[in-house]
Nanobody
Framework: QVQLVESGGGLVQPGGSLRLSCAPS????????MGWYRQAPGKQRELVAT???????NYADSVKGRFAISRDGAKNTVYLQMNSLKPEDTAAYYC???????????WGQGTQVTVSS
């Protein structure tokens, strides 16, 4: 069973930056999209950003201009560069991979991002 391994979360002050990474523990084929979701306490999980193998990206309005998603196709690794972080960005961030056909979606175990002074 392929797992998604996330890293890069932590505690940061408002206005600071963090970079999240997500890599699969094994091979995943026929990837349709890779992305990040987040879930704050008491709230539903929401989309943050996605990227396709062709580089097309999609962002939640709340993070446009502050966050940037990218991927390394050779490693099937996806990154989320988060700048100008706000307290409302505090949440558990989950990596997601959607595949064409059977299998998936795959989810990471989540990495905590806390923005606080």
């Amino acid at each position: 069973q392929v797992q998604l391994v996330e890293s890069g979360g932590g505690l940061v002050q408002p206005g600071g930056s963090l970079r999240l990474s997500c890599a699969p523990s094994g091979s995943i084929f026929n990837i349709y999209s890779m992305g990040w979701y987040r879930q704050a306490p008491g709230k539903q999980r929401e989309l943050v950003a996605t990227i396709t193998p062709y580089g097309s990206t999609n962002y939640a309005d709340s993070v446009k201009g502050r966050f940037a998603i990218s991927r390394d196709g050779a490693k099937n690794t996806v990154y989320l560069q988060m700048n100008s972080l706000k307290p409302e960005d505090t949440a558990a961030y989950y990596c997601n991979v959607v595949v064409l056909g059977a299998g998936g979606p795959y989810w990471g175990q989540g990495t905590q991002v806390t923005v606080s002074s």
